[in-house]
């Protein structure tokens, strides 16, 4: 079976985790990677028909030619990446043409096909260092030495958010660096990122261009550190649904009121702890589910 990857510009940052993660226990499964300046070579190919786990992202390739691709070649497992924005409904039309199909992002108003599920968007390749997260133990919490990070560029809230930490809250780690789609350009690599989430008990998540979800929510989580994030509930309802089991990470509806929050929380590491353990079952759990799906319809 050939795993078949989209690779161009920021799509590498989910190839990680959905190779060494998502599929790390199917055997023989043989990776190509494509663009789509050569795609038209991957519809002359009869041995992909039906026998193939297909990644694209949506930013990156123009529809009609994702129709075809998809339409010819019949990926049992469909990943569709980057859709973020909240406006190619007419996207979940390849669910058509695949036994199973998962979107980085979840949008209400979409019509999300039965054979369509949410992804979590994961982590930033390298992140790992090529490990399953499975294998990865985080710190306890008592053995943290960083109370709140946040490692990422200013935008939206950010600033905001990082200014009422970083008066009100001691042992922070806060940069503001702007982070280059290219993984290896980074200021902070993604393995050293993975060092200070893993040293952090609060992980910072504000709001980026289009939506509150962000690789850093669930990198935070593998390292075993607690999101916090600003949104009412029903925005955080929607865009952390997972088949209505939102993950129980920290939200409020000011960053006042976080800040608050988190400082009552370092008084009682027993919560903590157990904060960090709902959010390590959350994430075995979303991966165990997503394995079962996949498996049942390769096997």
């Not at 910072?204 to 949104?231: K, M, N, Q, T």
């Not at 997972?242 to 988190?262: G, H, L, Q, R």
Request: net charge negative; charged share 20%; hydrophobic share 40%.
């Amino acid at each position: 079976m050939k795993f078949l990857f989209q690779s161009w510009g920021s799509s590498l940052w989910a190839f990680d985790f959905i190779k060494y993660d998502i599929l790390s226990d199917i055997k023989n499964l043989e990776l190509e990677y494509f663009t789509e300046t050569n795609l038209e070579l991957l519809l002359n190919r009869n041995d992909l028909i039906n026998n193939n786990i297909l990644a694209i992202s949506c930013p990156e390739i123009d529809f009609n030619v994702a129709i075809k691709l998809v339409e010819t070649i019949k990926p049992l497992v469909l990943f569709l990446l980057k859709d973020e924005h909240g406006n190619r409904n007419h996207w979940n039309k390849l669910a058509n043409y695949t036994k199973l199909m998962f979107k980085e992002h979840y949008f209400q108003w979409y019509n999300n096909p039965s054979n369509s599920f949410q992804l979590p968007i994961g982590y930033a390749t390298g992140y790992l260092k090529q490990q399953n997260s499975s294998h990865i133990i985080p710190k306890k919490i008592k053995e943290k030495t960083i109370n709140c990070s946040f490692i990422g560029k200013f935008k939206q809230d950010r600033e905001e958010m990082c200014n009422i930490f970083q008066e009100n809250m001691t042992k922070t780690f806060l940069k503001n660096v702007h982070n280059d789609w290219d993984v290896t350009k980074q200021y902070y690599l993604p393995s050293d990122v993975f060092n200070i989430y893993n040293d952090s008990i609060f992980v910072l998540s504000g709001r980026g261009y289009h939506s509150l979800d962000c690789f850093r929510i669930y990198e935070a989580i593998i390292a075993g550190a607690i999101p916090v994030l600003i949104g009412d509930q029903i925005e955080i309802n929607n865009t952390f649904n997972y088949n209505n089991n939102v993950i129980p990470f920290i939200y409020c509806k000011t960053w006042d009121e976080a800040v608050k929050i988190c400082n009552d929380l370092l008084q009682n590491y027993d919560k903590l702890q157990e904060l960090q353990d709902n959010l390590l079952l959350w994430w075995e759990k979303q991966l165990l589910s997503i394995k079962e799906k996949i498996y049942s319809v390769i096997i």
